[in-house]
T-cell receptor, first 116, second 114 residues
Framework: GAVVSQHPSWVICKSGTSVKIECRSLDFQATTMFWYRQFPKQSLMLMATSNEGSKATYEQGVEKDKFLINHASLTLSTLTVTSAHPEDSSFYIC????????????FGPGTRLTVT | AQSVTQLGSHVSVSEGALVLLRCNYS??????LFWYVQYPNQGLQLLLKYTTGATLVKGINGFEAEFKKSETSFHLTKPSAHMSDAAEYFCAVSLGGGYNKLIFGAGTRLAVHP
């Protein structure tokens, strides 16, 4: 099946700094990718839809200037958490639909962000 | 608007017992329905999906689910639980087509005891 990777798998940063998380589709092209946030023992909340070559679409309540999304190529989307604060600590997961079975999404392994 | 309700945030079964995880959905159009499993500190893995056609769908690891339109349900079952089934399970719905966003239920944590 299709593979989606994320890097890094975990990161610790100081409050006020920025962190970039990468999401890659390894064996297929993805014009769309999705970014989710998951708090401990909770469900996944969709943050934004990343669109290759155009601006991301953010869900209501998600700060565009804080969570910068760039989808520069058909295999890479990045999420940058700017001026991170402890409340941004969370598990961030990306997903991508494949072209062959467009109703299936493949999920990355997630990135654990801890802001100290 | 679409929504998903998973009844029971925690389910505990004995090894070898039937597993039943409940999911009800709300959708204004025929939904696409999914069950995903998540192991600790990992991403989500697709167990099974319903799009159209046969309402009883079989997935990986012996799981299956039945789409019941009249009950707006998509419950997940497995005849005999294994210790390795212990994980978090999420039901999700989409309007159709992978380019539409998934709406997830709150999740059900399955515990399997000897």
């Amino acid at each position: 099946g299709a593979v989606v990777s994320q890097h890094p798998s975990w990161v610790i940063c100081k409050s006020g700094t920025s962190v970039k998380i990468e999401c890659r589709s390894l064996d297929f092209q993805a014009t769309t990718m999705f970014w989710y946030r998951q708090f401990p023992k909770q469900s996944l909340m969709l943050m934004a839809t990343s669109n290759e070559g155009s601006k991301a679409t953010y869900e209501q309540g998600v700060e565009k200037d804080k969570f910068l999304i760039n989808h520069a190529s058909l295999t890479l989307s990045t999420l940058t958490v700017t001026s991170a604060h402890p409340e941004d600590s969370s598990f961030y997961i990306c997903s991508a639909p494949t072209g062959t079975s467009s109703y299936e999404q493949y999920f990355g392994p997630g990135t654990r962000l801890t802001v100290t | 608007a679409q929504s998903v309700t998973q009844l029971g945030s925690h389910v505990s079964v004995s090894e070898g017992a039937l597993v039943l995880l409940r999911c009800n959905y709300s959708s204004s159009v025929p939904p696409y329905l999914f069950w995903y499993v998540q192991y600790p500190n990992q991403g989500l893995q697709l167990l099974l999906k319903y799009t159209t056609g046969a309402t009883l769908v079989k997935g990986i690891n012996g799981f299956e689910a039945e789409f019941k339109k009249s009950e707006t349900s998509f419950h997940l079952t497995k005849p005999s639980a294994h210790m390795s089934d212990a994980a978090e399970y999420f039901c999700a719905v989409s309007l159709g087509g992978g380019y539409n966003k998934l709406i997830f239920g709150a999740g059900t944590r399955l515990a399997v005891h000897p």
